[in-house]
């Protein structure tokens, strides 16, 4: 079992539709956790990190709950700028960040 | 640079050729990771030096791979005998502290590796 775990999509929405991706982790003493965008052929970069008691930054909201070990991100108003894939990824220890295998997004006009 | 830097962008090379990687991270960054992307995949991880220390490996996938960053600023990501399962893009990522902020890292743009 992968210890990121996300559905690969793609994700098929027209403009200004609200879509929600989830992600699930297994290694419970993962202590951080964040959403990073990648663009096709393009570097990762972060989108935002996840805290327990959610957050959120314009349309884009994330929710973290430990107990069950799931992250969620939220996008509202989809733009057609917000196609991309999304990477869950989650902290453990001393570790490196552990990647998911990332979910795509494809905005339609 | 203002940002990190990969090269070559692209390489090509024949199974069983040696490869050299290089990557110039941001300038005054204490860490630096190596990852590696396959097709339709995320990042997995290889290798993190912290300074000229390298001090996790557990990611290499074979004793074929090796990484060094000799003056705790430029790496080389070094494969030896290239595989055709090698073929994936390697991202390098650096972050400023060594104190664990290691969540805001800044990727390069990759070298992306096909082994005929």
């Known amino acids: 079992r992968k210890e990121v775990e996300q559905d690969p999509g793609p994700f098929n929405v027209p403009e200004g539709a609200t879509v929600a991706f989830n992600c699930t982790y297994s290694?419970?003493?993962?202590?951080?956790f964040f959403w990073y965008r990648q663009d096709c052929r393009k570097e990762p970069k972060l989108l935002m990190s996840?805290?327990?008691s959610g957050n959120e930054d314009g349309r884009f909201t994330a929710q973290l709950n430990r107990a069950s070990q799931y992250i969620s991100l939220l996008i509202r108003d989809s733009k057609l700028s917000d196609s991309a894939t999304y990477l869950c990824?989650?902290?453990?220890?001393?570790?490196?960040?552990?990647f998911g295998s990332g979910t795509r997004l494809q905005v339609q006009p | 640079g203002a940002g990190v830097s990969q090269s070559p962008r692209y390489k090509v090379a024949k199974r069983g050729q040696d490869v050299a990687l290089r990557c110039d991270p941001i300038?005054?960054?204490?860490?630096l990771f190596w990852y590696q992307q396959a097709l339709g995949q995320g990042p997995e991880f290889l290798t993190y030096?912290?300074?000229?220390?390298?001090?996790?490996k557990s990611g290499l996938p074979s004793d074929r791979f090796f990484a060094e960053r000799p003056e705790g600023s430029v790496s080389t990501l070094k494969i030896q005998r290239t595989q055709q399962e090698d073929s994936a893009v390697y991202l390098c990522?650096?972050?400023?502290?060594?104190?664990?902020?290691?969540?805001?890292?800044?990727f390069g743009s990759g070298t992306q590796l096909s082994v005929l």
């Open positions: 990522a650096s972050s400023w502290h060594g104190d664990r902020d290691n969540e805001k890292l800044f």
């Open positions: 290694n419970s003493a993962s202590q951080s």
């Open positions: 996840v805290y327990s």
């Open positions: 990824v989650v902290l453990t220890g001393r570790r490196a960040l552990t």
């Open positions: 300038s005054g960054h204490v860490s």
């Open positions: 030096f912290q300074n000229e220390a390298q001090l996790d």
